[in-house]
């Protein structure tokens, strides 16, 4: 919202005369001065501030107040339409990714030595080729799923898959870049992100899902499902986390719930990489439960693993507040999501008691969680399905085509990638870990 320079004077005056100015401006946009652009966040804004009055006397819980208040006003919905047929919520991210390559181009040498860094695929003809060998088998068939539907209307190209969890290209200057597609990266990085192989196989594969836990459009039924078993009402008010010790920062939370059992349920679980209750933190493994079962509870946490944590998606469909930790660690769809508005941000490697903290203001404004939640899951479930995931595909390996600067040829060394069914393979079991 624009205010006259005036009038943004006069709120900076009231704010030294310690009067919010965020509170003058809510009762501005409740007195109708909502612009056109942005009607939805004036709508959004009064439901976000309903309930705050006379409960956050403290500096910290206005802050927080401030925060959602001034997000909820802002916000615009990413898309003109709100099917998304265009996938417009996620194609900025595509755009800056591709952005380093559009001075000098991609060239064939370029490629050359990004295969360092990954399997070289092709699509020539309308075909999809790779190299013979694929590191990890379920990640590559979980990415192919998606080429093979759209290699039929993309132009010839060459292209290098990193399926391991970290990036690899953390070129500082321009030319020292390499086109490497990698599923996840931090700002330090200049890799190609793209969707991850688990919105179709792969995944980490644990007791619960020994194939990997992919399928994300039959993961997307079963949480829903389980999301509306557990209305907001029927939800325990209780931080909820199960999940290995893949990063250290997890450790906060275990400890308060160890501490604070009616607060926080949140344990250790093995993975394959399990040696001794060292690795859980000096207790034995927990159980493992479903996605579905986190649903029961108000307050999910998610944290980085060795990159992106997969399990991020997958919190928003229980229609829970999700307590994402950390901002570095990305996956494609993540700046879409804005904190504040569809999750509650916590900065990296958290105290105990700053997650009491946040706890105990949500705990406290019942409502303000609530509204959280559901846009959360609203984005995830309008934005993320798996046509946002093909056009996704379609419109990052489009646009890399047009930076290649030399003419892509035929390779008789690569072999042809064909649709599992046509070829009649069984899937692989998950080879992760
Ligand atoms: N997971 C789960 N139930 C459990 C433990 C883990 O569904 O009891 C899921 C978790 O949400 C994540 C995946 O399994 O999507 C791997 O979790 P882990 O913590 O081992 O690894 P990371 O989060 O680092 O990928």
């Known amino acids: 919202m624009k205010f006259p320079i005036l009038f943004v004077l006069f709120l900076k005056l009231l704010q030294l005369l310690n009067i919010s ?43 927080i107040v401030s925060k959602i208040e001034k997000t909820w006003a802002k916000y615009k919905s990413c898309s003109a339409e ?22 000098q181009g991609i060239t064939k040498q370029n490629i050359k030595d990004a295969t360092k860094f990954g399997t070289l695929y092709k699509i020539f003809n309308q075909k999809l080729y790779r190299t013979a060998d694929c590191f990890f088998p379920a990640r590559c068939e979980g990415i192919e799923y998606f080429l093979l539907k759209i290699a039929p209307s993309l132009p010839n190209m060459d292209f290098v898959v ?13 030319r020292d870049v390499l086109p490497v597609f990698s599923f996840s990266k931090t700002s330090d990085y200049r890799d190609i992100m793209y969707p991850a192989w688990t919105f179709w196989a792969g995944g ?10 992919g399928r994300w459009d039959i993961q997307r039924e079963k949480i829903n499902k389980a999301g509306l078993e557990f209305p ?8 909820f986390f199960r ?42 493994p927990a159980q493992e439960v479903s996605f579905e079962y986190h649903c029961q509870f108000k307050y999910l946490f998610n944290f980085r693993g060795v990159a992106a944590s ?15 930790v950390g901002n570095e660690w990305l996956e494609f769809f993540y700046p879409a999501l804005k904190p504040w508005k569809h999750y509650v941000p916590l900065d990296k490697n958290p105290s105990q008691s700053e997650i009491k903290e946040i706890m105990e203001f949500f705990r406290r404004n019942d409502d303000l969680a609530k509204n959280i939640a559901e846009a959360g899951y609203e984005f995830i479930w309008h934005h993320l399905r798996m046509e946002d995931i093909e056009c996704y595909w379609k419109h990052l390996m489009t646009n890399y085509s047009k930076l290649l600067k030399y003419e892509v040829v035929e ?4 072999i042809e990638i064909k649709d599992k069914k046509s070829n009649n393979q069984k899937r692989r079991r998950s080879d992760e870990f």
Not at 57 to 62: G, K, M, V, W, Y
Not at 232 to 239: D, L, T
Not at 310 to 324: A, D, E, Q, T, W
């Open 82 to 103: 709100p099917q998304d047929p265009k996938c417009e919520c996620h194609q900025k991210v595509w755009q800056k990714d591709l952005e380093v390559f559009q001075k």
């Open 310 to 324: 997969f399990r991020f998606k997958h919190l928003f469909l229980c229609r829970s507040l999700v307590f994402h």
């Open 162 to 174: 990193n399926t391991r969890d970290y990036p690899q290209v953390s070129g500082r200057f321009a």
């Open 243 to 284: 999940g290995s010790r893949t990063s250290h920062e997890r450790d906060s939370l275990v400890l308060l719930s160890r501490s604070n059992p009616n607060w926080v349920d949140a344990a250790y679980t093995k993975n394959q990489a399990w040696k001794s209750p060292k690795d859980t933190l000096g207790e034995e």
């Open 411 to 414: 390779d008789k060394s690569l």
């Open 232 to 239: 907001w009402e029927k939800k325990i008010a209780k931080g």
């Open 204 to 213: 980490p594969a644990i007791k619960l899902f020994p194939t990997g836990i």
């Open 21 to 63: 100015a965020e509170t003058i401006q809510q009762d501005v946009t409740s007195k109708g001065m909502c612009t056109e652009e942005t009607a939805n966040g004036c709508e959004d804004s009064s439901k976000a501030e309903s309930t705050t009055n006379n409960r956050n006397d403290d500096a910290a819980s206005q802050r």
